[in-house]
């Protein structure tokens, strides 16, 4: 029933973040954290990220914008890794708190980002690498950074998702090998970040269908919304424990 669960959440999940270019993680991570702990569900969801990431590059392939994708990823793969060996110096209470922080200032964060409608280059991809990585390593998920970031940039729709996606991969893959090495991704592990991963790689193609459907007011209230709940989710968690 845990598996099945998280299976129809993660089917869920990739269909909204395959519309609105995130959320997965914000939405499956809860239910990870429950199922498993946090100290497991943070690479499982590394695992389920790369997959999440690929099935939306290969859904949108011939639209990535490959230089902002290596501005970003040039500085955002190492960070990332570093980020990652912080997490596993953390305890499992003080991860569940700052995932659930995290999400939930978001929201502000986000709203500030858009009214300022600012502009990025390739420099600021480059530098928003470097600094959002290290996050990447540590939470869940960063989404509502990059997300406006990438949309700074210029791109949108398809292109945006593509190139979003590819970008987040490196980061993921980076990610998930540093837990490896320090053994925090064991074959267990390893298999549940796959299971769910494949539920979202499903929920991603079905997305693609919607994507020019969606308004984007529809996308900033769900963004909010899931934001929201799943950091109070995860603080309410730690409270508990």
Same mark, same amino acid.
């Given at each position: 029933?845990? !598996?099945? !669960? ?11 973040s ?12 809860p &239910? ?14 590394? &695992? ?8 939306? $590059?290969?859904? @949108? @392939? +011939?639209?990535?914008? @490959?230089?902002a ?8 793969i ?6 990652? +060996? ?10 569940? $708190?700052?995932?659930?922080?995290? =999400?939930?200032a978001?929201v502000? &964060? +986000? ?5 300022h ?5 390739? @420099?600021h ?24 970031? %990438?949309?700074?940039?210029? *791109?949108?729709?398809?292109?945006? =998702?593509?190139?979003?996606?590819? /970008?987040? *991969?490196?980061?993921?893959? /980076?990610?998930?090998v540093? %837990?490896?090495? !320090? ?5 267990d592990?390893?298999?549940?970040g ?10 991603? %193609?079905?997305?693609?269908r919607?994507?020019? +459907?969606?308004?984007?007011? /529809? ?17 309410? /968690?730690?409270?508990?424990?």
């Amino acid at each position: 029933m845990g !598996f099945l !669960f998280v299976l129809i959440v993660g089917l869920v999940a990739g269909t909204i973040s395959g519309i609105v270019g995130t959320g997965s993680s914000i939405m499956l991570m809860p &239910v990870l954290v429950y199922q498993y702990g946090p100290k497991q569900a943070v690479p499982i969801m590394a &695992v389920a990220a790369v997959m999440a990431n690929l099935s939306r $590059i290969l859904a @949108w @392939w +011939r639209e990535v914008d @490959w230089r902002a994708c290596i501005a970003y990823s040039i500085t955002g793969i190492p960070a990332a890794a570093l980020g990652a +060996r912080t997490l596993l110096a953390l305890p499992s209470h003080a991860v569940d $708190i700052a995932i659930g922080v995290f =999400l939930i200032a978001m929201v502000p &964060v +986000r709203h500030w980002l858009a009214r300022h409608r600012l502009k990025a280059n390739l @420099w600021h991809l480059a530098i928003g690498g470097a600094l959002i990585g290290y996050l990447t390593g540590i939470v869940a998920s960063t989404g509502p950074l990059s997300v406006p970031l %990438f949309l700074f940039y210029g *791109l949108s729709k398809g292109a945006f =998702l593509a190139t979003e996606a590819a /970008s987040s *991969l490196g980061l993921y893959v /980076s990610k998930s090998v540093t %837990f490896e090495r !320090f053994g925090a991704l064991t074959p267990d592990i390893a298999l549940k970040g796959l299971i769910a991963g494949a539920s979202l790689m499903a929920g991603a %193609f079905i997305a693609k269908r919607f994507v020019l +459907r969606l308004k984007p007011e /529809s996308f900033r209230l769900i963004m909010d919304g899931i934001m929201l709940a799943a950091g109070t989710a995860l603080l309410w /968690s730690a409270m508990t424990q």
